[in-house]
């Protein structure tokens, strides 16, 4: 049996024994008991079956500088020992009394570091009554594609319904590290919501703001501004933001939107246009204009996406619903029109993806950096797929339009997906734990749009996604870092909205 004590233990034993006189032997005894690592030993009896282990962590693909997949065995036992081998080479030997195994995120690090592109063998034993059990081994596939190392979510509880206690968070991927960006309760329990960056960087960076302090909020050389973008001529606000790759123009759809609670139990809230247009921002000169796909009013167009190249705006366009109408019966499907950068022009919108005709309405259209894949989501109507549990992800190949069902989803919703710097991570919002809360999946997607098993973003404590009640609301990766002080945010809600104007021409 290997004995693991570190040297603050150490220390406290020895000045235990010498200050606890004749008792500091039982108790040093005891100590060492309990800080003991437990390696099999004697006969080992081997498991056909398969372990359980929360959170799932087997047969995945993960970056090389992901945090450590901290994870429990879902076995009783009296003593757990995890060895991890390296296909190249290294490993690491991990035991546990509760079967939570925790590792060293240095010598983590370094094992990744070793098996860039290859394997990780996970061998898991277990003692109960005397005897040890060795159950089947699991891999790992380390990937020598990094994540961009920050990634950025809104935590809030479940409901919607309050703004009680809403942050934006910002949560290193290469550590166990967070930081709140903005919390609610310095500006007066006012919502905030909808930040987006342009090209997962931080140097374009806005959030929305409801209530009292309400505005749009721009990073600016560092600093924030606070804006009204809504004008007189605009029947509803501008929400679900994109930059363009420019940084010259931020596309937003402005909605009148309703919400219906409902009393069943597996379809508590529905949100649906009651109209919705888009509208292009001038950031520059700052001036709000119509985006011209649709001069009579017979559509509601909303959720845009810029191509990387920004030559073209995506958005998703359903019939203008009538005065009696069932939700039911919206149904949304992908667009795409033109963009003249320097002139400000669109031109007329083709058909990208017909949904309606399948019975189907899409939402979220997100296309890689690269821009050779568009993901979205498909579900049965509407166009806010967060409460819709047959909400699913689907790929489109940009070069020749053919859709397929991503290999990410469950039985359960995905939604609110975002694209890594380097088109290979997806990460996205699912609901597959408990059907209500959702928590970040990460999946490696191939240059045909083809994703990799997901895995749920690591956390230090491997109990924690049971225990934590809030969800995890529109996660977005991010290169750089954003340093927001609260007095800072303060400063910026207490000033007059800089007010927009909408563009004569």
């Not at 081994?137 to 009680?164: A, C, I, Q």
């Not at 246009?273 to 709000?288: A, F, H, P, R, T």
């Not at 290999?407 to 991570?425: A, I, P, Q, R, V």
Request: net charge negative.
């Amino acid at each position: 049996m290997n004995l693991l004590i570190s040297g603050f233990a150490i220390n406290g034993i020895f000045k235990l024994f010498m200050n606890l006189g004749n008792h500091s032997i039982y108790l040093i005894c005891l100590l060492f008991i309990c800080s003991c690592v437990s390696e099999p030993d004697g006969e080992v009896q081997t498991v056909p079956e398969a372990v359980t282990i929360y959170p799932d962590y087997t047969e995945v693909t993960i970056p090389i500088n992901i945090a450590p997949l901290n994870f429990m065995v879902e076995e009783e036992g009296d003593a757990y020992y995890l060895k991890v081998s390296g296909e190249k080479s290294g490993s690491l030997a991990v035991s546990s009394r509760d079967g939570k195994f925790r590792f060293s995120e240095k010598k983590w690090k370094n094992l990744l570091a070793e098996n860039a592109g290859v394997k990780l063998s996970y061998q898991i034993s277990v003692e109960k009554d005397g005897s040890w059990n060795q159950y089947p081994s699991f891999s790992n596939t380390v990937s020598t594609e990094k994540v961009d190392p920050f990634l950025y979510y809104r935590l809030l509880y479940p409901g919607y319904e309050s703004w009680t206690e809403i942050s934006i968070v910002k949560r290193s991927l290469e550590s166990f590290k967070e930081k709140a960006v903005i919390e609610n309760n310095v500006v007066g329990q006012n919502c905030v919501n909808c930040h987006a960056f342009n090209n997962q960087n931080a140097e374009n960076f806005m959030f929305h703001m409801r209530g009292n302090l309400g505005g749009t909020y721009f990073v600016e050389n560092g600093e924030l501004k606070k804006v009204n973008l809504k004008t007189k001529e605009m029947q509803n606000g501008a929400v679900y933001p994109r930059w363009h790759p420019s940084g010259k123009y931020v596309a937003f759809s402005s909605n009148k939107v309703v919400q219906q609670f409902h009393s069943m139990e597996n379809k508590k809230i529905e949100v649906s246009d009651l109209n919705s247009s888009l509208v292009l921002y001038d950031l520059d000169k700052n001036e709000m204009m119509p985006v011209p796909v649709d001069p009579e009013k017979q559509f509601m167009d909303t959720y845009p996406e810029w191509s990387p190249d920004g030559q073209f705006l995506y958005f998703c366009r359903a019939a203008q619903i009538e005065e009696n109408y069932d939700y039911r019966d919206i149904k949304y499907d992908l667009y795409r029109v033109a963009f003249d950068t320097e002139q400000r022009k669109f031109s007329e919108p083709e058909l990208v993806f017909d949904a309606v005709a399948i019975g189907k309405s899409v939402s979220f259209p997100r296309i890689s950096p690269a821009g050779n894949v568009l993901i979205f989501t498909l579900h049965n109507y509407g166009n806010f797929s967060i409460w819709h549990k047959e909400a699913d992800l689907y790929s489109i190949d940009l070069k020749n339009l053919e859709v397929e069902k991503c290999g990410n989803n469950s039985d359960f919703t995905e939604s609110y997906h975002s694209w890594s710097s380097n088109s290979k991570w997806l990460v996205f919002s699912s609901k597959r734990g408990d059907g209500l809360t959702a928590r970040p999946y990460i999946s490696l997607i191939d240059e045909n749009g083809a994703a990799s098993k997901p895995f749920v973003l690591p956390q230090e404590d491997p109990g924690f996604y049971r225990d934590f009640v809030k969800t995890f609301n529109i996660p977005e990766f991010a290169q750089t870092d954003i340093n927001l002080t609260p007095g800072e945010i303060r400063e910026a809600a207490g000033k007059k909205a800089i007010q927009a104007q909408w563009a004569t021409n």
